[in-house]
């Protein structure tokens, strides 16, 4: 009998890796350990150097540079998908990104260039890859991005974030109501704090780990491995009757914050 979680064969492109601290190598680790089929990017040559390691111990089947504000870099993905798989059975968008001045201001005093910049990588890249993966996803698929609680919660320090990742989640709600009828299913997972390179950009993001170690339920923070035991349950049939939603992994910080 095959265990209720099982990705054997399935075939899933991850965009985002850091490093092996970064919630898309957790994910990366649980969608392996459940049997998939993996490829992954790095933004460029800098940032392979800390890819690659994670790659290989994965035993990823190809690696692929995607920058989504480089024009062409997305659309050669997901040929680079094509031709290297014929189709995709799911896909994690864990990319995100403020410049830092707009990061640390206050929102009113974000500049439209900024919130534009965060606006375009870190939420529409992820409606961009749903459209190029619909054409691949002939026997349907799952389509993940990652959120945080600040999207419906002020969240100090979290600033320009907040409404980026609120539209990343709505998004996903559309998504997942256009695509069904195809079989395609997109979920928003929202982690609670994790100290992760990404999150480092976030100003006093240790206090914010504190405050969360301090408060939650369970007495303990979320990990990247709790994040991809999530992320592999959702890629696969066991969870093939839900979607649209945005499911907290964080302890139950989301009940008391």
Known sequence: MKPLVDLTGKRGLIVGIANEHSIAAGCSEAF????????????????????????????????APCDVREPGQLEALFKRVEQEWGGLDFLLHSIAFAPENDLHARIVDSSADGF????????????RMAKYAEKLMNDGGCLLCLSFFGSERVVENYNLMGPV??????????????????????????????????????ARFDKLLEQAAAIVPEGQLVTIEDVGALAAFLASDAAK?????VIPVDSGQHLLA
Request: aromatic share 6%; glycine share 6%.
């Open 32 to 63: 392996r350990q459940c049997g998939a089929r993996l490829a992954a990017t790095y933004l460029n040559e800098k940032a392979r150097h800390w890819v690659m390691p994670v790659a290989e111990r994965l035993d990823v089947e190809w690696t």
């Open 116 to 127: 534009s910049m965060a606006m375009d990588i870190s939420c529409h890249s992820f409606i």
């Open 165 to 202: 990742k609120a539209a990343l989640e709505s998004s996903t709600r559309y998504i997942a109501a256009e695509l069904g009828p195809k079989g395609i299913r997109a979920h928003a997972i929202s982690p609670g704090p994790i100290a992760t390179r990404a999150a480092s950009g976030i």
């Open 241 to 245: 009757r839900i979607t649209g939603t």
